[in-house]
């Protein structure tokens, strides 16, 4: 059982353009909702995360947009560069001491000029 | 890198060899996280721990054992390597302190293949 399905698997957006993933999520009890970028022969890390209190958290280019009624959570890349071309995952948790990070099956981004 | 190292960072095997993963840490956090990524799979925990000598399995963790004797610490064995096993693996930790609590932070990966 998949408890964190990630779409689309892969995305190609133009320079400049809004490049958008979307996540959804089976566990209501997860209450931690962060995004992972990995660049080729790296780690993942983290960029940005959001708790189901509020809808939207913006860090420059980047916003998290949350839905938990529909528990479904989206990643925005705004003015997106071609430094930008990456996998992105995003994952879920609940906050209850040693419960791993589930994580999405990952999007590979490309951001063409 | 939040102070992880992996090592080896790259190895090559053949089926039915035992395999050991190395990952240290410097901060001395308690919890430390074992996953394999795999095209198409994304990320896949295989086993994790809270603690010393404490340990729990993830959702792959046939073929793979760990222990964690200090805190430093965490190997991930594969008692006799598959090609199946071939992937990347990754370890990952959670500061119990300051920022989030929730986050866990990565270490470079080990690329095995197993022949």
């Known amino acids: 059982q998949q408890q964190v399905k990630q779409s689309p698997q892969s995305l190609i957006v133009q320079k400049g353009g809004i490049s958008i993933i979307n996540c959804a999520y089976e566990n209501t009890a997860f209450d931690y909702f962060p995004w992972y970028q990995q660049f080729p022969g790296k780690g993942p890390a983290l960029l940005i995360a959001?708790?189901?209190?509020?809808s939207e958290k913006k860090e420059g280019r980047f916003t998290i947009s949350f839905n938990k009624s529909a528990k479904q959570f989206s990643l925005h890349i705004m003015d997106s560069q071609p430094g930008d071309s990456a996998t992105y995952f995003c994952a879920a948790s609940r906050n209850s001491g040693n419960t791993p990070l589930v994580f999405g099956k990952g999007t590979r981004l490309s951001v063409i000029a | 890198d939040a102070g992880i190292t992996q090592s080896p960072r790259h190895k090559v095997t053949e089926t039915g060899t035992p395999v050991t993963l190395r990952c240290h840490q410097t901060?001395?956090?308690?919890?430390m996280y074992w996953y394999r990524q795999d095209p198409g799979h994304g990320l896949r925990l295989i086993h994790y721990?809270?603690?010393?000598?404490?340990?729990d399995k993830g959702e792959v963790s046939d073929g793979y054992s760990v222990s964690r004797s200090k805190t430093e610490d965490f190997l991930l064995t594969l008692e006799s390597a598959t090609s199946s096993q071939t992937s990347v693996y990754f370890c990952a930790i959670r500061p119990l302190a300051g920022g989030s609590t929730d986050t866990q932070y990565f270490g470079p990966g080990t690329r095995l293949t197993v022949l």
């Open positions: 959001i708790r189901p209190d509020v």
């Open positions: 901060e001395n956090h308690r919890y």
């Open positions: 721990s809270y603690g010393v000598k404490d340990t």
